[in-house]
């Protein structure tokens, strides 16, 4: 399937006065305005966004699931939104102002219409947004130098990126041992240098990093039920968050994402970032 050139332009989110990253995805017939395009029919009539004929989505770095590099928006994410907002007939606006900590508050306050980044659905998310209909499942895993298991971590130095849902239970069971991050440069950074002797992270996320960024002797262990960390119990679900308040607009995507699922376009999306198709069928909604 053809891809939608994208557009790297600068914009101020509203309610802050820093400049942030916003990159635009003509979403039909490859013109600059999609809601001016008459030809594009949406999947849903009477959609509610923030800004008429725009989807805004908060998002980070987070390969490959989120990929911002220059003037390309891609990922398994970012071209699945792609494809959702052809069927709406919208144009994508991806903010990546305050990094993964933001993006779920940013969803929470409608300065966004849905977020991005690999968001797992879980008992305490569902109280705060709408979670979409699972896009695929996402093993976690232990990344580390020594082969570090689930059950190895405590008197570790361990790290997690801000917003992962078993954040709470690692800094309780590690105290000051555990240290959270804004970004996967600065804690791969660390692993690298031994500053930390752990990551938790997404184990897709953490295989392809590795494709282009090798750790000698970094190794990628799945998670496995631990005690001290519920949310290790079973393999998450990625969704899509957005606002409870309009439902609407998220039942309309949960529609889209099993359109897609059942044409092959979330399959073809796998295969082109090397990961198993057989992620892409979660089975029925889940949570942590």
């Known amino acids: 399937m053809s891809r939608t050139p994208r557009v790297l332009v600068r914009a101020l989110s509203a309610g802050t006065a820093a400049g942030l990253l916003a990159l635009s995805l003509a979403a039909c017939g490859g013109t600059d305005n999609a809601s001016s395009n008459s030809s594009c029919k949406p999947a849903h009539d009477g959609l509610k966004t923030l800004t008429q004929g725009q989807l805004t989505v908060a998002s980070y770095d987070y390969a490959p699931a989120t990929i911002l590099n220059g003037d390309q928006v891609t ?58 209909t699972p896009l695929w499942s996402d093993p ?40 959270i991050y804004q970004d996967d440069e600065s ?72 359109k897609l699922r059942a044409d092959g376009t979330i399959k073809k999306i796998l295969d082109k970032y090397g990961m198993d198709p057989a992620v892409g069928e979660p089975g029925a909604p889940s949570e942590l």
Do not use: H
């Not at 570790?156 to 000051?176: M, P, Y």
């Open 187 to 258: 804690i791969y950074a660390d692993l690298k240098a031994g500053r930390i002797d752990a990551v938790v992270a997404s184990a897709a996320s953490a295989k392809y990093r590795f494709k282009s960024a090798p750790i000698d002797g970094a190794q990628v262990v799945n998670v496995k039920p631990n005690p001290n960390v519920p949310q290790f119990a079973s393999v998450g679900q990625v969704m899509l968050p957005s606002s409870l308040d309009n439902q609407t607009l998220g039942k309309a995507i949960d529609d889209d994402i099993q």
């Open 75 to 132: 990922g398994m994410e970012g071209d699945l939104i792609g494809e959702i907002a052809k069927l709406e007939c919208l144009q994508v606006t991806v903010s990546s102002s305050g990094g993964a900590g933001a993006v779920i508050p940013s969803v929470q306050s409608k300065r966004v219409d849905i977020g991005s980044g690999n968001w797992l659905r879980t008992k305490a998310r569902s109280s705060i947004v709408y979670m979409s």
């Open 140 to 179: 976690q895993a232990i990344i580390s130098k020594t082969g570090l298991t689930s059950d190895d971590l405590a008197g570790k130095k361990v790290g997690s990126v801000a917003g992962n849902l078993w954040n709470d239970s690692l800094q309780k069971w590690l105290g000051d041992n555990f240290k």
